[in-house]
C-alpha cells in the first residue's frame, strides 16, 4: 500500500469539497480548483470527519504510481485554495528588469526588444521592485510553469550570474579564460 496515497487529506473549516462525475471541486477563500482523476482510482469525502480518501483498484504498477500521485494532487488543491501558492524570482544584471503591464510583464533582460509575456489566467504576478517577481496562484502547477517560462527567458549564466533565477538558488560559477589556462 502506498504511503502516501493511504493517508487521509484533512480538510480545513473554510473549504468546501464536491465530488460529481469523476471529478472534484474545492473551493475556499484563495479561488476555486477543478480536478477529474483517473478512473482506476477511487476518492471520497468523509463530510463529518472533513477527510477524503483516496483508494485504487489493485495493486498493478500504474495504479500504485496513480494511488499517491492523486492524493499529492488534491492535497495540493486543498492547501491552495486556503493560502496560495508562490515561487520568487529574482532578476541580475546591470539595466536588467521587470514591470507589470495590464495583463502582462515586461522583461528587460539584455535582449535588443522588450520581452513581453502574457499572464495566465488564474496567477498573479507582483513586482514589489524592479529586480523581483513574485507569481501567486493556488494552482500549483500553474505557479511551477509560469514561475518556469519567465526563468527561461534569460536563464542564469555561469560566468557573471546575469539572469533570472528562483529567489535562493544557487548558481555554479565557473572561473574565466584569464585563469582557466596557465
Not at 480548483?33 to 483517473?38: T, V
Request: aromatic residues 6%; hydrophobic residues 40%.
Amino acid at each position: 500500500m502506498s504511503r502516501i496515497g493511504k493517508k487521509p487529506i484533512p480538510v480545513p473549516d473554510q473549504v468546501e469539497v464536491a465530488l460529481a462525475n469523476g471529478g472534484i471541486r474545492v473551493k475556499g477563500p484563495g479561488g476555486e480548483l477543478h480536478w477529474a482523476w483517473h478512473p482506476n482510482v477511487q476518492v471520497s469525502y468523509d463530510s463529518a470527519a472533513r477527510q477524503i480518501h483516496v483508494a485504487r483498484a489493485d495493486d498493478q504498477r500504474f495504479n500504485r504510481a496513480l494511488h499517491g500521485l492523486s492524493r499529492s494532487l488534491i492535497a495540493n488543491m486543498v492547501l491552495g485554495v486556503v493560502s496560495p501558492f508562490q515561487k520568487k524570482l529574482e532578476i541580475i544584471g546591470v539595466g536588467y528588469n521587470a514591470a507589470l503591464a495590464g495583463d502582462s510583464i515586461k522583461l528587460n533582460v539584455g535582449y535588443a526588444n522588450t520581452v513581453v509575456m502574457k499572464i495566465p489566467q488564474g496567477v498573479t504576478c507582483e513586482v514589489p521592485d524592479a529586480t523581483h517577481v513574485i507569481v501567486k496562484s493556488p494552482n500549483k502547477q500553474a505557479v511551477g510553469q509560469f514561475a518556469a517560462e519567465i526563468r527561461g527567458v534569460r536563464p542564469p549564466e555561469p560566468y557573471k550570474g546575469k539572469g533570472i533565477r528562483y529567489e535562493g538558488e544557487y548558481v555554479r560559477r565557473k572561473a574565466g579564460k584569464a585563469l582557466a589556462g596557465g
